[in-house]
């Protein structure tokens, strides 16, 4: 297959438009119409990762972290990026990256910590703030459920676990058809009045295009009145950090324990106390950025990465803090990848890197 059918199958489970305004997650070495027979799955993207990846004739690595971050103003300077992307372009190996928008989205690294957790009835911990639009659109009464439909499956209508929803109210609608008009009701140069129904729903950014699409598509007129809102509300169902309960409460060592185990951590880094343990945030990678929104959520403990001394200080008067490592809350980006290739491509050859690409070493 070529790689835009493999990338835009990705960007619509990890939406681009949920990545931080600093991320540089999509394809970043290659051309889309190339084809491709086989990928190698990784968390990073380093030089023995790329030798790897020749080794196995991949075609393309589908990465976590992006191997570009910031802009490249000069080819050939021997760093390693620049190696890198020389070497992967020689050899015809494209790069991809999901990173945080991988976080944000559902099914992503978040709701995998939440499920080797064993921790029920999660939620996003940091919602993503003014992504959702309010579509309002004018239809003939006898039209208004295929246009409805066609919104809805455009993604359009999901508010929580609700699907199809939307508010309408019957009116009237008045126009006057010009000469070089085609009318679906009423005739040229008068002015016609239509029983026609007012469809309000709401759509996130990244399906909005596509539901205005489907909607013109369904709807009768050749000219379709319709309004696009932005909204402040937060979209609940997507962004950064998750949280949930554990079936019973434990104490700091039990949990300790627990966690170490279940995320296979060499090490476990931590502060605060706790007397019981049963409400657990989480945040893949480097997240003490949201030790306020998980005090606020009334976490008892909370797991990231990459926290630095103060930020285990403000975090302890609150929380039992875990520093599990970025590398540790991270590692199983290759078994999401293929998990969700796998149930869409099942013949596409996959290959989950072996290098341990994690920079710390332990003493």
Known sequence: MQINELVHYLNT??????????????????????????????????????????????????AHHPIIFKPLKKIGTQTEIDNIVRKAIKNDIAIFAAH????????????????LLDLKDCKVLSPIESYLYKIVVFVPDQQANDVRKAIFDAGAGH????????????GEGTFRA????????????????????????VVPKHNLH??????????????????IYPLENNYEAAGLGRIGVLKEPMDEKEFLKYVK??????????????????????????????????IMANADAYISGD??????????????????????????????????????FPKFALYLSKVNTNPINLY
């Open 13 to 62: 489970i990890f939406p681009p438009q949920f990545q931080e305004s600093y991320d540089n997650s999509g394809l970043i070495v290659g051309r889309e119409e190339h084809e491709i027979n086989k990928a190698l799955l990784t968390l990073d993207v380093t030089e023995e990762v790329l030798e790897e990846a020749i080794d196995q004739k991949a075609d393309i690595i589908i």
């Open 100 to 115: 945080t928008n991988m976080d944000s989205a559902k099914g992503g690294t978040n709701d995998k910590l939440c499920n």
């Open 159 to 170: 508010i929580g676990e609700y699907d199809s929803c939307s508010y309408n109210i019957k």
């Open 178 to 201: 010009g000469e070089n008009t085609n009318p679906y009701v009423g005739k040229k140069g008068e002015i016609h009045h239509e029983a026609e129904i007012r469809i309000e729903t």
């Open 210 to 227: 596509k539901a205005i699409d489907k909607m013109i598509k369904a709807h009768p007129y050749e000219e379709v009145a319709y309004d």
């Open 261 to 294: 185990e279940r995320l296979n951590a060499d090490h476990l880094r931590y502060s605060g106390s706790a007397k019981k343990i049963q409400k657990v945030a989480v945040c893949s990678g480097s997240g003490a950025f949201l030790n306020r929104q998980a």
């Open 307 to 344: 926290f630095k001394y103060h930020e285990f200080q403000e975090a302890a008067k609150g929380l039992f803090v875990i520093d599990a490592g970025h590398y540790d809350t991270e590692k199983y980006v290759k078994d999401i990848f293929y998990e969700h290739i796998m149930e869409k």
